[in-house]
């Protein structure tokens, strides 16, 4: 088989084909599987390896052969990034998918406090940086087929000038519209590829096995390790790491390290194309342990080629020259593809993900703002604007790498072009790092960091990759601009001795942080940067249902069931109904969408609670072991709590009710008890009166035997008398006692009251007669029928005017009687025009044991017992005694007592 360019570039273009159908069987696959060997954790790793492009393919070679172990660095940063994955990779994965970030850009803006000019600062950066690293991707490319079809001069390049730059265009231009026909087929809202993905992950399991294979070839021909490297002192090359060791290597540590993070395509597939978590647990080893495999034979390589091939002889091209050398064209054709799929993979991906950021970031921003939002009212309308704003990024991008190559085609080695892109890409490190860790990094000091990173790039490290096509440029690196020495771009500040790499990555980097550290410190966080940022460092703290959105798939069946149970039957039917009716579909075949399962979980989240939504639909949703009727379970049990909790409620509603009263009758008892002991007190004091002088009577009587009769009489008419008077007040206490404990001892019939009120003037008339008092009888009613007892009737009213005679010390006593009929009562009034009732008497006169000024030392002082009594026997008949109040002068009383029927009061005649 001979190699012709034609073959070559035959085979380049089917094998595009074979990645077309990979990728596109991946995506059916994907979409028709919710998971999926496709999501295992090892295409994970692979696609990861896409870190590995040509410029690892067959530049490693090339830095070994020119600089010892030192292309062991490109290893070693990343590898240190993912054996500590638990720092930085994993708070990245888990920010990014809560807060659903598409991009490095869309990163550091949503921490940022969604700046848009960081974004935009970002966008750009990463676009101008990546340049150099696509047109890496060409000049492999295009170097690799010169070197196959030139084969006589072994990659030196046989073909002609136009033909190189003509290859290489038509290398970009193919795989632009391979990454547009495969990268930018629909927009997703995760931006995740899954075909693409498939595709790359195939293409990393190509290039590590043709590289192996030329690894194995070299071994075998070059008779074993020991024999290949026994010639190592004589092929000039230095393997002890003591040589080489030194500023240079820790630039490139560090470098690579960030790379790994920072370039747009390594985020895309380590960060948004992740589905799992759990999947960076095995790239952590998995990936440090394929970059070992890729790296194996790097040495042996290098030495054998140094060593066999002929002086002159490019390094880079050694994996497809050496096949070629030996006549092993199938090798050499493999070794090819190999490093085809490495460029290939690198320029997809990395175009996919730079037009993510350009199209969200800045070309469509801008076309919102000039169509002002016409035309693209509906969803299609903006779907195509974004699809359209991602093929020309991607030719915009594609382009301007072409155009780094075509401008810098004069240099030779791939390696430092890499490091110009890596060193570029780092520039977003010192923002990425504050952004997971810092709290108080601020946007205003992100953007100036970024900024001043930027520019030391542009000038230091981006700038004098053109000096040899550009004399202008080759003058500023030697004499610096307008002759100002420090500021020659390898020679900032004076710092001449560095190497130019070291040099570029420290000034870079160290102003990128210093201003991003002290600009922090002078500027204050706005609200919207506050929060971002308390959300980005307590990613892993949160457990609100806004922290951890459902992801995952449910039948509408399923969701609806639950929903039903929390929100109501009406509810759930006008939920899903819209839902559909948005859908365009029948209920039956709705896919419910992310947004309406949040939406779901809020509308349950007001029945039951945020937590318990969140869990019971991410049972649903997630399809965790728990089963739906374990589910419904819990939403029932949950409904049975609230009720047994309302039943509490009202129980210990009634509880508290209950104790009020109880508090109230106990305070009344108190209340009660106080005036017992009151009224036992005034009893005993009003019984002491007439004891202590029956006792001092008694005992005089006892003791002098002189008395004479008269003082003897004396003394035991008043013994007499006192004792008349105890027995009265005892009879007048029991009487209330038990007219107060609700005892009566008549009974109430009908009769006619005029009677009683006759009789009980018949009784007053010697009391007044002996007082000189004059009775007079006022108006009287005919006949007054009641409900009463006429001897208890008759005891108040003789009560009322012995009162009226004794209370009464006017000079001239008169006590009126009358009564009327009036409106079904029948009124009593005993009015006299004595010296009255003082008006701060009024109150008290009906109370128990209350005398007034006369009542209290007159010849009639009582106990005070008589209107109480009175009061108590007139309300048992349902009647009412009243003191009148508005009587000019003496007092009047009045007796209410409601009438009855005449058929009532029949029994009274
Ligand atoms: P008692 O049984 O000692 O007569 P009452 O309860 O009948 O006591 O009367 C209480 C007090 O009311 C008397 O001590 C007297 O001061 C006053 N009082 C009663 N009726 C009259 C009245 N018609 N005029 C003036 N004071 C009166």
């Known amino acids: ?115 848009s000019t960081l974004a935009v600062l970002i966008t750009v950066l990463a676009v101008i940086a990546i340049a150099p690293y696509i047109a890496l991707q060409l000049k492999a490319i295009t170097s690799s087929i010169e070197a196959i079809a030139g084969s006589s001069e072994f990659g030196r390049g046989s073909l002609e000038g136009w033909d190189e730059v003509g290859l290489a265009f038509g290398v970009a231009a193919g795989m632009a519209v391979f990454t547009i026909l495969f990268g930018t087929r629909n927009v997703d809202a995760k931006e995740q590829h899954h075909g693409v993905v498939a595709a790359i992950a195939f293409e990393a399991v190509v290039k590590l096995a043709a590289l192996l294979a030329v690894g194995f070839f070299v071994v075998y021909i070059g008779g074993g390790m020991d024999a290949i490297f026994a010639n190592a002192e004589t092929a000039g090359l230095s393997i002890h790491a003591g040589d080489t060791f030194g500023d240079r290597w820790i630039s490139m540590m560090v470098l690579a390290a960030a790379a ?14 992740n589905s799992d978590e759990k999947h960076l647990r095995t790239a952590s080893w998995a990936f440090p342990a394929y970059m070992l495999a890729m790296s194996l034979f790097t040495l042996p390589i290098a030495l054998f080629g140094l060593t066999f091939m002929p002086a002159g002889s490019n390094p880079d091209m050694f994996v497809l020259t050496l096949p070629l050398a030996q006549g092993q064209d199938a090798l050499a054709l493999f070794a090819f593809i190999g490093g085809f799929s490495s460029a290939t993979s690198m320029i997809i991906l990395e175009s996919i993900a730079l037009s993510i950021m350009v199209s969200n970031h800045i070309v469509v921003p801008i076309m919102l703002r000039l169509t002002s939002g016409d035309g693209i009212g509906d969803g299609q309308g903006v779907r195509r604007l974004i699809l359209n704003a991602r093929r020309l990024s991607i030719m915009l991008i594609l382009l301007l790498g072409f155009a780094y190559f075509y401008l810098t085609r004069g240099s030779d080695a791939l390696a430092p072009i890499g490091l110009i892109s890596f060193t570029g ?11 997971l860790f810092w709290r108080d990094a601020s946007t205003k000091a992100a953007i100036c960091a970024v900024s001043i990173g930027f520019v030391v790039w542009l000038w230091s490290s981006f700038m004098p990759s053109f000096a040899s096509s550009s004399p202008l440029v080759a003058s500023v ?36 942080t210093t201003v991003l550290i002290l600009g922090s410190l002078v500027t204050n966080q706005s609200a919207l940067e506050h929060v971002q940022a308390a959300l980005f460092l307590n990613v892993f703290r949160r457990t609100s249902n806004e922290a951890s959105p459902l992801r995952g798939s449910a039948t509408a069946d399923d969701l609806f069931l639950v929903a039903r149970r929390v929100l109501g039957h009406d509810r759930a039917v006008a939920l899903f109904s819209e839902e559909a009716k948005q859908a365009r579909m029948p209920w039956t075949t709705l896919e419910p969408s992310s947004s309406f399962i949040r939406r779901l979980e809020r509308e349950m989240a007001g029945s039951i609670g945020a937590a318990s939504a969140h869990v019971m639909l991410s049972k649903v949703v997630s399809g965790d072991s728990i089963s739906l009727e374990e589910v419904m379970q819990m939403a029932d049990e949950t409904q049975q709590a609230i009720e047994y909790s ?112 006759d009789q009980a003037l018949r009784v007053c008339d010697a009391l007044a007669r002996q007082n000189n008092t004059q009775v007079k009888i006022g108006t009287r009613a005919s006949a007054a029928y009641v409900r009463s007892d006429p001897d208890r009737l008759s005891q108040v009213l003789i009560n009322l005017i012995s009162n009226a005679i004794k209370y009464n010390g006017a000079i001239a006593p008169i006590v009126e009687v009358r009564s009327r009929l009036k409106k079904g009562a029948y009124i009593i009034e005993v009015e006299d025009n004595g010296i009255g009732i003082a008006e701060e008497e009024r109150p008290r006169i009906f109370d128990k044991f209350y005398r ?52 009532e009061a029949g029994a009274a005649q």
């Not at 307008?482 to 870079?508: K, N, Y």
């Not at 029956?694 to 003394?715: G, Q, Y």
């Not at 000024?853 to 009412?880: H, K, W």
Request: hydrophobic share 40%; glycine share 6%; with cysteine.
């Open 852 to 903: 007034g000024r006369l009542g209290e030392t007159g010849p009639y002082a009582g106990a005070g017992l008589g209107l109480p009594i009175s009061r108590e026997i007139i309300s048992r008949m349902d009647g009412v005694l009243e003191l009148v109040s508005n009587v000019e002068e003496g007092a009047c009383f009045r007796i209410t007592l409601p009438l009855i029927t005449r058929s």
């Open 425 to 435: 890409v780092a520039q977003f490190l010192p923002a990425i790092l504050a952004s």
């Open 260 to 273: 790994i993070i920072c370039l747009p395509r390594q985020f895309q597939v380590t960060v948004v194309e």
């Open 477 to 512: 690196m030697t004499n610096g601009p307008w002759g100002i020495e420090w500021l020659r771009p390898q020679g900032l500040f004076g710092f001449d001795d560095l190497d130019p790499l070291t040099h570029a990555v420290f000034w870079s980097l160290f102003l990128n």
């Open 646 to 757: 309302q039943e509490l409620e009202k129980t210990s509603t009634q509880l508290r009710a209950t104790a009020e009263k109880l508090e109230e009758a106990n305070r009344q008892l108190r209340k009660v008890d106080l005036q017992k002991d009151e009224f036992l007190s005034q009893v005993s004091h009003e019984v002491r009166t007439p004891m202590t002088a029956i006792r001092a009577f008694s005992e005089i009587l006892l003791s002098e035997d002189e008395l004479d009769e008269n003082s003897k009489t004396k003394f035991v008419s008043t013994i007499h008398k006192e004792s008349l008077r105890l027995t009265s007040l005892l009879d007048e206490i029991l009487d209330l006692s038990a007219l107060e404990r609700g005892e009566r001892a008549w009974e109430n019939r009908p009769i006619d009251a005029e009677e009683s009120l």
């Open 1 to 115: 088989m001979t190699l012709t360019a034609d073959l070559v570039i035959a085979t380049a273009v089917a094998y595009v084909g074979l990645l077309f159908v990979i990728a596109y069987l991946g995506d059916r696959h994907t979409r028709s599987r919710s998971g999926g060997f496709l999501r295992s954790p090892f295409v994970y790793t692979l696609s990861i390896s896409v870190y590995c492009t040509s410029w690892t393919f067959y530049g490693a070679v090339g830095t070994a052969a020119r600089n010892g172990l030192e292309y062991l660095t490109i290893y070693l940063g990343p590898t240190v990034v993912f054996i500590g994955w638990w720092f930085i990779l994993r708070r990245l994965v888990r920010i990014s998918h809560d807060q659903r970030i598409t991009s490095i850009a869309d990163l550091l803006s949503s921490r940022f406090g969604k700046s």
